[in-house]
């Protein structure tokens, strides 16, 4: 959640974000409205009670006149006490309810629009030319079934769409990017982490996704646990409800765990293959540093996606995503596309986003620093989907016998291999 602070006094920059992100504007002004009187309704609680207070010690003292008529105060105080009470706690349940409903400001250099109006910011690597080279290139299923790497058919029998089995040399490839990625994290100084898939609604609302992603989530009702769509929630709430010493930041995490996504608003989009599912494995960086340093770690979090991105020697763009396309918690995000030769496109594999302080508010999470104890800021930063990254490998990586040259950095995890044979052979 943002500063209450911040939006009394700049409003209107409150306002300017919310357009930004295509969200309802008139929220700010209902929230404005509600938290004047939360403050006023407390003022009038905090002078009704002193005086209720002070009442108490004339009535002992008091003349029997007297008495009576303080005694007739008192009663009038009791009511309007718990009045005061009510109204306080009604307006301060609204106050809170409303500024969930608020997302993060978006950064002054954010592009404004919607997904489409993204800047590139970098390119790098070699597209490949398969025409020149001869030969058409297979799609990443086709070339999964040719490996006995990739097995949809099964995998929706046993689940339903969007499900599959990665076999053989598939499973293999799954263990060897995931232990390459997390190789890369620890080398970076992150502290490996495997954390629960199933998480308590604080901890999925206090990082956001209960809000426009909540179509998304998969939710356990008998249980009242969420299945998490990325280790990005049970990483941020990791600390939830404590004071950091400053001298122990930053704190660096990679997680490793299962993601589960409804995909509900992607009907009819990337139904074949593995590109979009509803369970894959994932490695998230995850950072908590001072709010003053996020920026400058937002950009590290960046510098690490595009040094894996490229020791799997991928095509790959680097684009500054518009506002209207940020999740409710970043204050910017920036992804990594690769290229896709069948799609001839550019398709995300990695993101990282600037939450600055609207986490941890939302999560308690603060930094002592001396004698002030501030919220810190929240990055969040994807190293390695698997799916994803296993499609942009098969297909660039791709030879015209249906063979896959594997990217040097895996080879140690995958025996010394160089080539995925396919299994016909």
């Avoid at 990443?140 to 929706?156: F, K, M, P, T, Y």
């Avoid at 894996?308 to 910017?332: K, N, Y």
């Amino acid at each position: 959640m943002i500063d209450l602070r911040l939006l009394r006094e700049d409003p209107d920059r409150v306002r300017a974000s919310q357009r930004a992100r295509g969200e309802d504007v008139a929220l700010v002004d209902a929230l404005l409205s509600a938290d004047e009187r939360r403050r006023s309704s407390g003022v009038r609680f905090d002078e009704l009670r002193a005086e209720q207070k002070q009442l108490g010690k004339l009535i002992p003292k008091a003349s029997p006149d007297e008495k009576a008529e303080l005694l007739k105060r008192a009663e009038q105080l009791k009511t309007d006490v718990r009045a005061a009470d009510t109204e306080r706690d009604a307006a301060d349940t609204e106050t809170q309810e409303l500024l969930l409903r608020l997302g993060n400001l978006v950064h002054p250099d954010v592009p404004v629009g919607g997904e489409e109006d993204f800047v590139t910011l970098e390119t790098h690597g070699t597209i490949r030319d398969f025409g020149a080279e001869g030969f058409e290139p297979r799609d990443h299923l086709e070339l999964g079934q040719l490996l006995g790497a990739i097995d949809v058919e099964r995998g929706a029998k046993v689940s339903g769409s969007r499900f599959y089995f990665l076999t053989g040399v598939g499973a293999l490839l799954e263990l060897a990017l995931v232990n390459a990625a997390i190789a890369q994290a620890s080398a970076a100084g992150f502290t490996p982490m495997l954390t629960p898939a199933l998480v308590r609604p604080q901890s999925m609302a206090g990082t956001g996704f209960l809000g426009q992603a909540a179509q998304d989530v998969y939710h356990l009702d008998k249980d009242d646990l969420y299945l998490v769509g990325t280790s990005e929630v049970p990483l941020a709430a990791y600390h939830m409800d404590e004071i950091i010493d400053a001298d122990k930041l930053p704190l660096r995490y990679a997680g490793f765990s299962p993601c589960f996504r409804r995909e509900a608003g992607s009907h009819g989009k990337d139904t074949r293959g593995i590109f979009r599912v509803h369970q894959f494995d994932k490695v998230e960086m995850f950072s908590y540093v001072a709010p003053e340093d996020s920026q400058a770690e937002h950009q590290r979090l960046l510098a690490w996606e595009k040094q894996w991105l490229e020791s799997l020697e991928l095509p790959f763009r680097v684009i500054d995503v518009a506002s209207g396309d940020l999740g409710s918690s970043a204050a910017r995000k920036y992804d990594c596309e690769a290229w896709i030769p069948t799609q001839g496109k550019y398709r995300e594999l990695t993101s990282t986003s600037d939450c600055t302080e609207f986490q941890s508010r939302r999560l308690s999470i603060r930094v002592r620093d001396g004698k002030q104890v501030k919220p810190l800021a929240t990055l969040n930063g994807t190293l390695c989907a698997v799916p994803r990254t296993i499609v942009a490998i098969l297909e660039n990586h791709q030879l015209a016998d249906g063979s896959v040259r594997v990217p040097e950095v895996l080879r140690p995890y995958l025996g010394g291999r160089e080539v995925l044979e396919p299994v016909s052979r």
